[in-house]
């Protein structure tokens, strides 16, 4: 029915029975909606939107999608927006993690099925960008990304303050009684002022990062903030790219390689990005049978250095490091470790888009390769026998005094026990001993929270204790910081070792070898194995069911077993 040069809404017809009256019918219902048929003739540019009442960060949607639309038809292109499944990071219950792969199918299913030459990926907020990559790579249409762009930081009582890293520093501040409920009550009103992501390198801005570093966002465009008027500019560009990528052969499937993939590595690395954007990265290119390997990281992060100051690992905003150059100041400075010949959707590869960029830079912001804020990456992989198949630590955001250590267990065994003894007086707990949280990795009931940033004990809190190692199987919000291993796996909803860790038990880490082992007998750990309760039974029906069955483990992406490439 539908040969490979129609074009438009001549594309995958409705399927009558007659593809001729198919054709006739949809251009009937385009009319419809108002268009001539210089506009219906025209090739189609997709954008998917993921605006929502929900989704704060998304406020803007309605300007930039406009801006889209502006660059399509200059470009003499037909924009239609759709909206697909939004993800707005505070609002989903137990977490917006949960729902990423199911945007994913949404964003994926909807490209497939709707008649568009290409499509322009409108998102932002954490997981709406590694969902909209993972469905496009899947579709495999010619596809641009576009971020919404960061929100602004306010300034409030001498200091500037945004989301997200500010808001756990001032809730730390409140917890440990430095604050009084008013200040707390004051600042929630300054701490997300504008619309847009996380002001710091939190997970949303990791995956814009990523997206440009890896070649699917036009260059520039990561750090621009959701209000300023370049973003528009970039909108209307990438609407302009769109129409022009519908007659390349330029797919995600080229743009999103082994080389590029380790190229966006690098830059999560040298940005101190976001754990979450390793899970994310995994998952996007495992839709493209590209594998991410945690002990590649090792060696990678060993030879990248952090350049980049930006919270919670150093002073700035991301709207600091838009000023200061963008990521194209950090792709410069990292250019002898990238594989340069890797193609971006512009249909330049990375050398030719470097090679005519401005090369202003402000070093209180992006440092250079000579003299970066640390020699080595930001992430560090561990391996041992709490953690057979890896674990992660941000090392950038860790306190490095606490990385050569063997610490007693202080296990709670779920969210809720957590909650319910973290902040008792007579916790048995001091500030050498290591907390574990267990039953919160991707097939938990509680699909692995952004809980892996225990809070220090009440008690120690109040007595000036700012950081401990901690381990779980949760993932940490990139906006958080401390001594934090994450993604234990296997997890200890599916029997991983972390299930059969208990008070009292010794745990030593070392960051130095990248290991981390649980000291006990292996006679022991068998018998407590052997006294585990069973896996609870999947729930009954609906996308629960789905995800139970189907999530698979951190260092695979978390994504849906039967949606990899
Ligand atoms: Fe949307 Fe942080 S809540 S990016």
């Known amino acids: 029915m539908n040969t490979p040069n129609k074009i438009g809404l001549a594309r995958g017809l409705t399927n009558y029975g007659d593809a001729d009256f198919s054709l006739y019918l949809r251009r009937t219902f385009a009319k419809q909606a108002g268009y001539s048929n210089d506009m219906t003739n025209r090739p189609v540019v997709g954008i998917a939107q993921s605006a929502s009442g929900f989704n704060p960060c998304h406020r803007n949607f309605p300007e930039i999608i406009e801006a889209i639309k502006r660059g399509v038809i200059a470009a003499g292109g037909l924009p239609l927006d759709f909206p697909t499944i939004s993800l707005g990071e505070t609002f989903l219950n137990p977490t917006s993690m949960k729902y990423r792969n199911l945007m994913s199918m949404d964003v994926e299913e909807m490209i497939r099925a709707q008649p568009m030459d290409a499509v322009v990926l409108l998102g932002g907020c954490d997981k709406t960008v590694p969902a909209q990559l993972m469905g496009a790579a899947s579709a495999d249409m010619p596809a641009i990304q576009l971020v919404v762009g960061p929100m602004l930081p306010m300034p409030y009582q001498g200091e500037r303050l ?18 009084t409920r008013e200040a707390i009550d004051e600042v929630e009103g300054k701490l997300a002022a504008t619309a847009g992501t996380c002001a710091v390198m939190g997970t949303a801005s990791t995956m814009a990062s990523i997206a440009e570093a890896i070649g699917m966002s036009l260059p520039g465009t990561a750090a621009i903030p959701a209000v300023h008027s370049d973003r528009l500019r970039a909108a209307e560009a990438s609407g302009r790219r769109a129409v022009e990528l519908a007659f390349t052969p330029i797919r995600p499937s080229e743009i999103i390689t082994e080389r590029s993939v380790e190229n966006a590595l690098r830059v999560l690395l040298s940005i101190g990005g976001s754990t979450n954007a390793l899970i994310h990265l995994t ?183 700012k950081d401990m190692v901690r381990i779980s199987d949760a993932r940490m919000s990139g906006t958080a910081y401390g001594t934090i291993v994450l993604h234990v796996s296997p997890e200890a909803a599916i029997g991983g070792p972390l299930a059969v860790v208990r008070n009292g038990d010794m745990i030593r880490m070392s960051v130095a070898t990248r290991r981390l082992d649980l000291l006990v007998d292996e006679a022991e750990l068998q018998l407590r194995r052997a006294a585990l309760p069973p896996q609870p039974a999947a729930p009954r029906r609906g996308f629960s069911r789905l995800y139970a069955q189907s999530t ?7 994504d849906f077993d039967f949606l990899r490439g």
């Open 162 to 179: 945004g989301a997200c890293t500010d808001c756990r520093r001032f809730w730390g501040k409140f917890r440990a009684g430095e604050i």
């Open 283 to 465: 998952a996007i290119a495992g839709r493209l049978g590209i594998k991410v390997s945690l002990e590649r990281l090792n060696t990678l992060s060993d030879e990248t250095p952090v350049l980049v100051d930006l919270k919670p690992t150093g002073e700035h905003y991301m709207s600091d490091l838009h000023a200061a150059g963008g990521l194209g100041a950090v792709l410069r400075e990292l250019r002898p470790l990238l594989n340069l010949d890797c193609m971006t959707v512009t249909g330049e590869t990375l050398e030719e888009r470097l090679a005519h960029e401005s090369t202003w830079v402000d070093r209180a912001v992006v440092r250079s390769f000579a003299e970066p804020i640390t020699p080595q990456g930001g992430l560090v992989s561990l391996f041992g026998t709490l953690a057979p198949n890896g674990a992660i630590l941000k090392r950038s955001a860790a306190d490095p005094r606490l990385f050569e250590r063997t610490g007693r267990a202080v296990v709670f065994s779920s969210l809720a026990d957590l909650a319910e003894r973290i902040d008792l007086p007579d916790l048995d707990v001091t500030p050498d001993d290591f907390l574990v949280l267990q039953n919160a990795g991707p097939k938990s009931a509680a699909a692995m929270p952004e809980a892996g940033y225990l809070p220090i004990p009440l008690k120690l809190a109040r007595a000036g204790v």
């Open 552 to 558: 698979l483990q951190a260092e695979e992406g978390c």
